[in-house]
């Protein structure tokens, strides 16, 4: 398994596409790593790059992109609303697939130490990669910012981790470190006033703000025993915020970096800000994502707001983004591109979804032409996605029947069930395809001599065994969704039985042609005790999809009465 870490550099510039080009440029050279994204900010100043690839080749790309920005940023020259103290401010490493925290933070002190003895540049370790919890914080390094360093970095406190003690005036200083997934998130509002967004800031970020005497702005500030303010919590864990104006849209925002989106989702910071934003007389108009977010938090917020208006959250991946988008105006400052802003739909490879890609006529004419994939492996699992589409679409109906408004949960949870079936099969349908393709390469190995031949034997072996276990697959995902057919059948919309009869039919076609598949590619394994077991499994699992169909089919035809 590959190990994938994500980079996610912050360069000062948002202004010269020019120049932010050329350092992406740097990125892109570099073999084994994908830019996903690049999102220049004119108000900030400051571009925020993310890009994926293995340990190695991100470590590569990072070096030579911080190496460029130091030739063609004067920070002397930099002005923009966020914090900043170098031409490559921060640049964190964020593990992504088959790498630990501990592995991850280990490259990044790999990265920092190149960049300081081979850049001769300031270079601060933070987050898990600094082993001094005194100055593991970004916004504690970074306070005084640029202009700050010159006589900050000459206390022995702040000494650097790597690189000399001296400010670089033209290039400054950068942090690097390895964190968790961070979603910078900006909430636009319906005013100009700084000063009012730092307050809404303050209320819901972790770190709240300081305790006064009498009024809470002009007040005395309250100290504890040693002599240290003391703080009022805010509402929002996880979460780091502050308030500041963006000319280039006219608004004050609260701009946010949400640190474990776990423990406060986006959709919950959403919400918070614009509690507090009413109680202070002011609303919120939408907000704005920095770089990438991951697709279950889109996912998740499309749900909340679904809960919310008490509708079903059985519904589409695509229709859930939608509304996560349309509630949280994630598209008030410009459009809102899915595909390019959802790490994982960055992330995947098209190859794997050629086959449900495809319009239904072009599916018709592939599977009609004298190529032999998609064959009726993949015709199972599209035909048993349909039954589960149908279930679906009956709970869906039955959620939003009027007169049944106190039982919407009840087909609300059944929706999703068959939205989760329904989209495992929409996967096999590509993957039964390629099991089978990978049998086709595995016999197109070289057998010329006897260590070929053993290879050859053992790829052939390996691959037919896959492409058993996929059409058994979809035997055991087509059989669970019955589930939900059998109770649509009996509890949902009456007007609709006969979509749910339509779904049984359907599922039971799905399971006995993904066994036929099953049984053939078995004749093909040599180990017997694996083929008979699975074929007894599978005999097991048709008996009780076609008894299960009777039972459906009764309860339809009862239902229709002609």
Same mark, same amino acid.
């Given at each position: 398994?590959?190990?994938?870490?994500?980079?996610?550099?912050?360069?000062?510039?948002?202004?010269?596409?020019?120049?932010?080009?050329?350092?992406?440029?740097?990125?892109?050279?570099?073999?084994?790593?994908?830019?996903?994204?690049?999102?220049?900010?004119?108000?900030?100043?400051?571009?925020?790059?993310?890009?994926?690839?293995? =340990?190695?080749?991100?470590?590569?790309?990072?070096?030579?992109?911080?190496?460029?920005?130091?030739?063609?940023?004067?920070?002397? @020259?930099?002005?923009?609303?966020? =914090?900043?103290?170098?031409?490559?401010?921060?640049?964190?490493?964020?593990?992504?697939?088959?790498?630990?925290?501990?592995?991850?933070?280990?490259?990044?002190?790999?990265?920092? %130490?190149?960049?300081?003895?081979?850049?001769?540049?300031?270079?601060?370790?933070?987050?898990?990669?600094?082993?001094?919890?005194?100055?593991?914080?970004?916004?504690?390094?970074?306070?005084? %910012?640029?202009?700050?360093?010159?006589?900050?970095?000459?206390? =022995?406190?702040?000494?650097?981790?790597?690189?000399?003690?001296?400010?670089?005036?033209?290039?400054?200083?950068?942090?690097?470190?390895?964190?968790?997934?961070?979603?910078?998130?900006?909430?636009?509002?319906?005013?100009?006033?700084?000063?009012?967004?730092?307050?809404?800031?303050?209320?819901?970020?972790?770190?709240?703000?300081? @305790?006064?005497?009498?009024?809470?702005?002009?007040? !005395?500030?309250?100290?504890?025993?040693?002599?240290? =303010?003391?703080?009022?919590?805010?509402?929002?864990?996880?979460?780091?915020?502050?308030?500041?104006?963006?000319?280039?849209?006219?608004?004050?925002?609260?701009?946010?970096?949400?640190?474990?989106?776990?423990?406060?989702?986006? /959709?919950?910071?959403?919400?918070?800000?614009?509690?507090?934003?009413?109680?202070?007389?002011?609303?919120?108009?939408?907000?704005?994502?920095?770089?990438?977010?991951?697709? @279950?938090?889109?996912?998740?917020?499309? !749900?909340?707001?679904?809960?919310?208006?008490?509708?079903?959250?059985?519904?589409?991946?695509?229709?859930?983004?939608?509304?996560?988008? !349309?509630?949280?105006?994630?598209?008030?400052?410009?459009?809102?591109?899915?595909?390019?802003?959802?790490?994982?739909?960055?992330?995947?490879?098209?190859?794997?979804?050629?086959?449900?890609?495809?319009?239904?006529?072009?599916?018709?004419?592939?599977?009609?032409?004298?190529?032999?994939?998609?064959?009726?492996?993949?015709?199972?699992?599209?035909?048993?996605?349909?039954?589960?589409?149908?279930?679906?679409?009956?709970?869906?109906?039955?959620? /939003?029947?009027?007169?049944?408004?106190?039982?919407?949960?009840?087909?609300?949870?059944?929706? %999703?069930?068959?939205?989760?079936?329904?989209?495992?099969?929409?996967?096999?349908?590509?993957?039964?395809?390629?099991?089978?393709?990978?049998?086709?390469?595995?016999?197109?190995?070289? !057998?010329?001599?006897?260590?070929?031949?053993?290879?050859?034997?053992?790829?052939?072996?390996?691959?037919?065994?896959?492409?058993?276990?996929?059409?058994?697959?979809?035997?055991?995902?087509?059989?669970?969704?019955?589930?939900?057919?059998?109770?649509?059948?009996?509890?949902?919309?009456?007007?609709?039985?006969?979509?749910?009869?339509?779904?049984?039919?359907?599922?039971?076609?799905?399971?006995?042609?993904?066994?036929?598949?099953?049984?053939?590619?078995?004749?093909?394994?040599?180990?017997?005790?694996?083929?008979?077991?699975?074929?007894?499994?599978?005999?097991?699992?048709?008996?009780?999809?076609?008894?299960?169909?009777?039972?459906?089919?009764?309860?339809?035809?009862?239902?229709?009465?002609?």
């Amino acid at each position: 398994m590959q190990q994938l870490i994500e980079c996610v550099p912050n360069f000062s510039e948002g202004r010269d596409m020019h120049i932010i080009k050329q350092i992406t440029d740097e990125i892109e050279a570099v073999e084994g790593v994908r830019l996903l994204n690049v999102d220049p900010g004119k108000a900030t100043n400051r571009t925020v790059v993310t890009f994926v690839g293995s =340990p190695e080749a991100v470590i590569e790309a990072a070096f030579h992109a911080i190496k460029k920005a130091g030739e063609l940023i004067d920070m002397s @020259k930099h002005k923009g609303e966020h =914090p900043r103290m170098g031409a490559t401010d921060v640049c964190p490493l964020i593990p992504i697939a088959n790498i630990s925290m501990e592995e991850t933070a280990k490259w990044a002190q790999k990265l920092g %130490e190149r960049v300081g003895k081979e850049l001769a540049l300031p270079i601060y370790l933070y987050e898990a990669a600094q082993t001094n919890k005194s100055r593991n914080n970004l916004s504690v390094i970074r306070a005084g %910012e640029y202009e700050g360093f010159f006589k900050k970095i000459k206390l =022995p406190e702040w000494k650097p981790d790597f690189g000399p003690a001296e400010f670089d005036a033209k290039r400054g200083a950068t942090v690097i470190g390895a964190r968790d997934f961070l979603v910078a998130y900006n909430v636009n509002l319906n005013t100009t006033s700084t000063r009012r967004a730092n307050s809404i800031a303050f209320d819901v970020r972790e770190g709240g703000r300081v @305790k006064r005497e009498g009024n809470p702005i002009t007040g !005395k500030i309250v100290n504890d025993a040693n002599g240290k =303010p003391v703080m009022i919590p805010g509402t929002l864990k996880s979460v780091k915020a502050i308030g500041w104006f963006i000319e280039e849209y006219g608004v004050a925002q609260i701009s946010m970096n949400l640190t474990n989106i776990n423990i406060t989702p986006v /959709h919950i910071a959403f919400d918070e800000v614009c509690k507090k934003a009413t109680e202070r007389g002011i609303r919120v108009t939408g907000s704005e994502l920095i770089g990438l977010i991951p697709l @279950k938090a889109m996912l998740d917020a499309g !749900k909340y707001f679904l809960l919310k208006q008490q509708r079903s959250i059985g519904v589409s991946e695509k229709e859930l983004i939608k509304i996560a988008v !349309k509630s949280m105006g994630l598209d008030e400052l410009g459009p809102f591109k899915p595909e390019e802003r959802i790490i994982e739909y960055m992330l995947a490879d098209k190859a794997d979804s050629k086959l449900i890609s495809m319009t239904l006529k072009d599916f018709a004419d592939e599977t009609a032409s004298e190529s032999p994939a998609p064959g009726g492996g993949s015709i199972a699992a599209y035909v048993g996605s349909l039954g589960a589409a149908l279930a679906t679409m009956v709970a869906n109906l039955s959620s /939003h029947k009027k007169g049944w408004d106190d039982r919407w949960q009840e087909f609300s949870t059944w929706a %999703e069930k068959g939205e989760h079936y329904k989209n495992e099969l929409v996967k096999l349908v590509d993957a039964d395809t390629a099991a089978f393709n990978k049998i086709m390469t595995a016999f197109g190995l070289p !057998k010329g001599t006897d260590e070929e031949k053993t290879m050859r034997t053992k790829a052939i072996q390996d691959a037919t065994k896959f492409a058993i276990e996929i059409p058994f697959k979809v035997m055991q995902t087509t059989y669970a969704s019955m589930e939900v057919i059998k109770a649509m059948a009996e509890v949902g919309n009456p007007n609709s039985v006969s979509d749910a009869g339509v779904g049984a039919l359907c599922a039971r076609s799905a399971v006995m042609g993904a066994f036929m598949n099953v049984r053939i590619n078995a004749a093909g394994y040599d180990d017997k005790t694996y083929v008979n077991d699975i074929i007894a499994k599978g005999k097991d699992i048709e008996n009780k999809t076609i008894a299960l169909e009777t039972e459906i089919l009764k309860v339809v035809n009862e239902k229709i009465g002609v």
